[in-house]
């Protein structure tokens, strides 16, 4: 490796633009990398991440305050390293060039998935390890070098990763932007040969904007409103633990937390009841519980507070899930009670907006008809979550409704397997990436095609047009 370069915070967008064109001009010089290569730089990440594992769960933590280690582990570094390893593992087989009919008699054809050159990833500060590894680990199958954008709300996971990013790769394979809106907005900008966002869908419009001017095509991980519709055959009690345990992951600070609840109307209060001993069990205390996550900042913990408040002003019944004998108003502390909203309707914020933390309102419904057209009316969401045991309905929720993805009896499941593609629908997002889809996403599939010594096929077309042509051509039409 050459000596570690690291562009200076908040570089400017000729900087960017700068490391952008070396990086481009590098790989045409050194062509397409071979497996080895790519397999040496998916390994040397992994490295990254097993070897410095405890350093990234305590940046993590001191970017939240309060990070639950194990939540790090899991979502951040293990969920990581397995795609990695996913990737490396499938990669020689995904390289193999596809056999593909002969068009013509004599003409050889074949599909050639290349380089798309260089990609630009834009990673959120809830899973700042996975969301940015992740997509990676795509590009560097597919044989692309990679500039990296890390949010400026986790600051100190941000700079680690800048540190050792330089540390493992040179910079001309994988670099580091770190920066705050500015440097995001130029980063935007540049012509890269796609572009990765992982965020929120109002700051989308804005990527998706600057990236047009070059015409970048681009993969957007976005959110919205991800509904739980719980079957009137369904498991209460488990339905509850499960919605409850993903809501509480990272304090529901995730793009595929369930967003609200809709239960059939005589099953809502055993739902809430359920719910509460759920969140017992896990979260016996919360405010000194290292377990427990805070929210990432004071803003976002006053958000959640506002999204309840406006909701009680509008007649919804709070229900705090968290222990009555802990304070946790404090803004010092950023943690925010599990809290059920009760008869939750669209005048209320947390039924407009994405609510990003761990608050659940409950919506009940009469018929499954009308449960369904309550989703469709909405936008298409990042996941669904189906509880229902009866093998018709999970029938009718998956043909009748369009989402991200959809999980039955549990929440989020999917997201852990690397052999499904992982991406929105709509404004929930735009592209997949995990496994061999972020291969497909990261590369360009090039036809190739190689005429026969005879050229028949380009025969057809060259005039003088002959009688015998045409009667060969209708031939062909009417076969």
Known sequence: MSKPFRLPAEATAAQIRAQLDAMKQAQLKEGPPSLAVRRDRIDRAIDLLRSNKDALVDAINADYSCR??????????????????????????????????EPFPGVKARVEYQPLGVVGIISPWNFPVVLAFGPLGGAFAAGNRAILKPSE????????????????????????????????????????????????????????????????????????????????????????????????????????SPDYVLVPAERADAFVQHAKAAVSQMYPTMRENPDYTAMINVRGFERQLALVEDAREKGADVVKLG????????PAVRKMAPTIIRNANDTMRVMQEEI??????????ETLDEALAYINARPRPLALYHFANDALEQHEVA??????????????????????????????????????????????????????????????????YLAATETVVNGMIDA
């Not at 992982?198 to 919205?224: I, K, W, Y």
């Not at 222990?323 to 404090?330: I, K, Q, R, T, Y």
């Not at 608050?359 to 009940?364: E, F, G, I």
């Open 68 to 101: 639950g280690k194990q939540q790090t582990l899991l979502a951040d570094i293990l969920a990581s390293i397995e795609g990695l390893r996913f990737n490396r593992e499938h990669l020689e087989a995904w390289m193999a060039q596809p056999a593909t009919a």
């Open 153 to 256: 709300l986790t600051p100190q996971t941000s700079e680690l990763l800048a540190e050792l990013i330089a540390r493992y790769f040179d910079s001309d394979e994988l670099t580091t932007v770190l920066g705050g809106a500015q440097t995001g907005a130029a980063f935007s900008a540049q012509p890269f040969d796609h572009l990765v966002f992982t965020g929120s869908t109002q700051v989308a419009h804005h990527v998706m904007r600057a990236a047009s001017d070059n015409l970048v095509p681009v993969t957007l991980e976005l959110g919205g409103k991800s509904p739980v519709l719980v079957g009137n055959d369904a498991d209460l009690a488990l339905a509850a633990q499960r919605v409850l345990t993903v809501k509480t992951f990272n304090a529901g600070q995730i793009c595929l």
């Open 323 to 330: 222990p009555a004998s802990e304070d946790l108003s404090d």
């Open 356 to 365: 990003f933390g761990p608050v659940l309102p409950v919506v009940t419904y």
């Open 399 to 464: 043909s009748r409704t369009t989402s991200g993805a959809l999980v039955v009896n549990d929440a989020m499941t999917h997201v852990f397997f690397d052999s499904l593609p992982f991406g929105g629908v709509g404004a929930s997002g735009m592209g997949h990436y995990h496994g061999e889809y972020g291969y497909r996403t990261f590369s360009h599939a090039k036809p190739v095609v190689v005429q026969s010594t005879g050229g028949e096929s380009n025969l057809l077309m060259r005039a003088p």
